[in-house]
T-cell receptor
Framework: ETGVTQSPTHLIKTRGQQVTLRCSSQSGHNTVSWYQQALGQGPQFIFQYYREEENGRGNFPPRFSGLQFPNYSSELNVNALELDDSALYLC????????????FGAGTRLSVL | DQQVKQNSPSLSVQEGRISILNCDYTNSMFDYFLWYKKYPAEGPTFLISISSIKDKNEDGRFTVFLNKSAKHLSLHIVPSQPGDSAVYFCAASAPNRDDKIIFGKGTRLHILP
C-alpha cells in the first residue's frame, strides 16, 4: 500500500509567478484535500476534491485552484503568487463515506521571494 | 476566530511519565475529533480519533478523552517515550461532509531523558 506522495518537496518562486503542486493519493482513497500550513500555525483547509469536482472550499481566494484526475491524483495551482503564500502545502487523502480520517503527505515547502 | 484551540504551545515531560495534551473547541456542531503527530520534514500522522458519541477512546499508550459539555478534549500518553517528542495537533470536523478538518495550532511535546 503506497502512502500519499507530493512533489516537489521544495520550491522557490517570485512574486507574481504561478505554481503547480502535485499529489498522489494513498491507494484505495478517492478524496483529496489540500491544506496550507504557515509557520507556527496548524494546517488550514484550502479545498477538497471528490469525483474530480471541488467538494468544499476554505477561506482562500480564487487564485487558488485545483484539479483531481481519474486516478484520484491531484494538483494545486496558485496564480499571482504573493509573499504570504510562502508556506508548507499539505495534501491529504481519504475515502469518501468512511471515517473522516485524512492521511497526509510530507508536503511541499513553497517560498515566495 | 479559532474554533480549535491548543493553549499550550509547548510541554516538557520526563520519560516514563504521563503526557497530557489539552484542546478546547467552540463549535458545538463538531462530531469527530482527531489527534495528529508531526515530526519535522514530515506530514502530520494520524494518531487517534474519537466520535462525539463516546467519551473515551484508547489505543495502546494513547487515550483520548472527550468532555462535550466543556467542549474539551485531551490526549494522554502513558508512558511517554523519547520518540513521542513531536508537535501534536488537535483537529475536529462537523457532519456536513465537505470533510474539512479544522486544526489547532499545535503543542510541541518534549520528552526529557
Amino acid at each position: 500500500e503506497t502512502g500519499v506522495t507530493q512533489s516537489p518537496t521544495h520550491l522557490i518562486k517570485t512574486r507574481g509567478q504561478q505554481v503547480t503542486l502535485r499529489c498522489s493519493s494513498q491507494s484505495g482513497h478517492n478524496t483529496v484535500s489540500w491544506y496550507q500550513q504557515a509557520l507556527g500555525q496548524g494546517p488550514q483547509f484550502i479545498f477538497q476534491y471528490y469525483r474530480e469536482e471541488e467538494n468544499g472550499r476554505g477561506n482562500f481566494p480564487p487564485r487558488f485552484s485545483g484539479l483531481q484526475f481519474p486516478n484520484y491524483s491531484s494538483e494545486l495551482n496558485v496564480n499571482a503568487l504573493e509573499l504570504d503564500d510562502s508556506a508548507l502545502y499539505l495534501c491529504a487523502s481519504s475515502f469518501w463515506q468512511g471515517e473522516n480520517i485524512q492521511y497526509f503527505g510530507a508536503g511541499t515547502r513553497l517560498s515566495v521571494l | 476566530d479559532q474554533q480549535v484551540k491548543q493553549n499550550s504551545p509547548s510541554l516538557s515531560v520526563q520519560e516514563g511519565r504521563i503526557s497530557i495534551l489539552n484542546c478546547d473547541y467552540t463549535n458545538s456542531m463538531f462530531d469527530y475529533f482527531l489527534w495528529y503527530k508531526k515530526y519535522p520534514a514530515e506530514g502530520p500522522t494520524f494518531l487517534i480519533s474519537i466520535s462525539s458519541i463516546k467519551d473515551k477512546n484508547e489505543d495502546g499508550r494513547f487515550t483520548v478523552f472527550l468532555n462535550k459539555s466543556a467542549k474539551h478534549l485531551s490526549l494522554h500518553i502513558v508512558p511517554s517515550q523519547p520518540g513521542d517528542s513531536a508537535v501534536y495537533f488537535c483537529a475536529a470536523s462537523a457532519p456536513n461532509r465537505d470533510d474539512k478538518i479544522i486544526f489547532g495550532k499545535g503543542t510541541r511535546l518534549h520528552i526529557l531523558p
